[in-house]
């Protein structure tokens, strides 16, 4: 089992900016791909971005360009950080850590934190 801690997350206005941050409790020998996810009432959920245990960033085109994502490796615990700039009312969502662990790369999803854009 791996324990993920969401926070972050909350009210601003267009063009502002939030951190997202999602720490999982886990050897980081053992967690590959970590990443974000979003989901609206009604929608499927979306990939925002992901991070592979190496670094490499990937990002849906949506988010290019104004969102960055970031990963702290420390020996039991890995956090992944989603930092979200020039938000727009379109970027208001559940959003949702996702933490792949493991050699048959299991899934293991956050509790969801809400991001809102509005004046």
């Known amino acids: 089992q791996v324990q993920l801690v969401e926070s972050g997350g909350g009210l601003v206005q267009p063009g502002g900016s939030l951190r997202l941050s999602c720490a999982a409790s886990?050897?980081?020998?053992?967690?590959?791909?970590m990443g974000w996810y979003r989901q609206g009432p009604g929608k499927q959920r979306e990939l925002v971005a992901t991070?592979?245990?190496?670094?490499?960033?990937?990002?849906a085109d949506s988010v290019k360009g104004r969102f960055t994502i970031s990963r702290v490796n420390a020996l039991n615990t890995v956090t992944v950080y989603l930092h979200m700039n020039s938000l727009k009312p379109d970027d208001t969502d559940v959003y949702y850590c996702?933490?792949?662990?493991?050699?048959?790369?299991?899934?293991?999803w956050g509790q969801g934190i809400q991001v809102t854009v509005s004046s």
């Open positions: 886990r050897s980081i020998f053992s967690i590959n791909d």
């Open positions: 996702n933490v792949r662990v493991g050699l048959d790369d299991h899934a293991y």
């Open positions: 991070i592979t245990s190496g670094g490499s960033p990937y990002f």
